[in-house]
């Protein structure tokens, strides 16, 4: 299998513009290629490993990502189906695009990887020469056709959106000439925009070898977005979403997902892959493709003491038993667990009622009074207990544990 069938088969293609060129040039030479990230927040979400993990699988067969973070376009905002973006002022979407790039060094090669800002090339543009020079090349009936401004024409669309795609054409014009960037790809929402910087290219230099591909959206199998939990989105950061919580989203993962997470959000080899496969058939209870998923997702975000660390929560947490948990851990659990800040002396029963561990005091002394309320594995029956940190983990934190199945977290100042 070559690397086009490679990707074709871990259904990471959709649209090409020509697909003779992307054979030629993914199997048989090593060339530069480029996906965008609008820093429109402090970091990426899983909704953008699809495109992370398709820049890796390209540069393990010898090809050179050129990770562009639109500082410039992250000001103006790729029109969504349904409204206008919020406006990021200059400072904030630089600063986002330094913690990005950051991020993105995680994930690729260093040795082999290019990181290019685009606000350094188009903050160089004066309005005429916007116009007059890219501008003129494009009618707007052929912006209009294009599905992402298609989809907002009943509800409005400004023009600051609407020339989005001709910002990100620049940038491929931009690379393609100066850097020898050869393919741009992307999410099939990208596709309108990665075909203007196509055509741009076309009218600017005339017969060229720059092509684009497009990935399907990862959609879960009943049709709602991929990378959304009960709690919002799935971040790549670990002070937003912590190992534990990236492991958890993972791990549940319906069978009818778990093929297609395996192929476009891991590394893995196609005869893994297929190996895992069979599992959901043979033995789904086992759920040994989710356990592998979410393993391999996190090792590759966060690295393999992270996935440890996820791992040993993950038992804590089933156990009861935080003895082995690091400080680091304890910082995760805070976005895991129901936490309150609580100063020493509080009343338990009113850390109780503040953690949702009982719906009123009187509620809160009978669990205490009939042993099912322990802290840090330690069971407690006096009703007047005081919070203190002599059983605190860290000198700050302590686990309350309601019967066997519900936590909380208390951090005593």
Not at 53 to 74: C, D, E, K, S
């Amino acid at each position: 299998m070559n690397l086009y069938e490679e990707l074709q088969w871990r259904n990471l293609i959709k649209d090409v513009s020509d697909e003779e060129k992307a054979q030629k040039f993914l199997n048989e030479d090593s060339i530069k290629f480029y996906c965008g990230f609008d820093p429109t927040g402090k970091s990426l979400t899983v909704g953008h490993l699809v495109q992370v993990v398709r820049m890796r699988l390209l540069q393990n067969y010898g090809h050179t990502p050129v990770v562009l973070i639109g500082g410039a376009t992250g000001l103006i905002g790729d029109p969504r189906a349904t409204s206008e973006r919020e406006l990021l002022t200059l400072e904030e979407s630089l600063k986002n695009a330094e913690l990005i790039k950051t991020q993105m060094t995680r994930f690729l090669d260093p040795k082999n990887t290019i990181y290019v800002n685009n606000n350094d090339w188009i903050k160089e543009i004066d309005m005429i020469t916007f116009l007059r020079d890219y501008g003129k090349h494009f009618n707007i009936n052929y912006m209009l056709a294009k599905e992402t401004v298609q989809s907002r024409l009943e509800t409005g669309i400004s023009y600051t959106e609407f020339s989005y795609m001709l910002i990100q054409a620049i940038d491929f014009l931009k690379l393609y000439k100066e850097k020898d960037v050869k393919l741009q790809f992307g999410g099939s929402d990208q596709w309108g925009n990665i075909t203007t910087g196509l055509e741009l290219i076309r009218k600017e230099l005339g017969k060229n070898d720059a092509f684009g591909l497009s990935s399907p959206l990862l959609l879960k199998s009943d049709g709602e977005k991929f990378g959304k939990s009960e709690s919002g989105a799935i971040w790549l950061d670990e002070e937003l979403t912590s190992p534990y919580e990236l492991y958890q989203y993972f791990l549940n993962t319906n069978d009818n997902d778990v093929s297609n997470y395996l192929k476009a959000l891991t590394l893995l080899s196609v005869d893994e892959i297929k190996r895992l496969e069979q599992t959901v058939i043979d033995n789904p209870g086992a759920r040994e493709a989710q356990k592998v998923l979410a393993s391999e997702v996190v090792k590759f975000v966060h690295g393999e003491d992270a996935l440890n660390e996820a791992l040993l929560v993950t038992e804590a947490l089933f156990t009861g038993e935080f003895n082995n948990l690091s400080e680091r851990a304890f910082k995760g659990l805070e976005q895991t667990l129901d936490t309150i800040t609580v100063e020493k002396q509080t009343l338990l029963v009113h850390a109780l009622v503040e953690l949702k561990l009982a719906s009123s005091n009187r509620e809160a002394r009978e669990f205490i009074k009939n042993g099912a309320i322990s802290l840090n594995g330690e069971k407690i029956t006096d009703t007047n207990y005081e919070i203190n940190k002599d059983l605190s983990f860290y000198n700050k934190y302590i686990i309350v544990k309601r019967g066997k199945r519900r936590n909380g977290l208390l951090i005593v100042k």
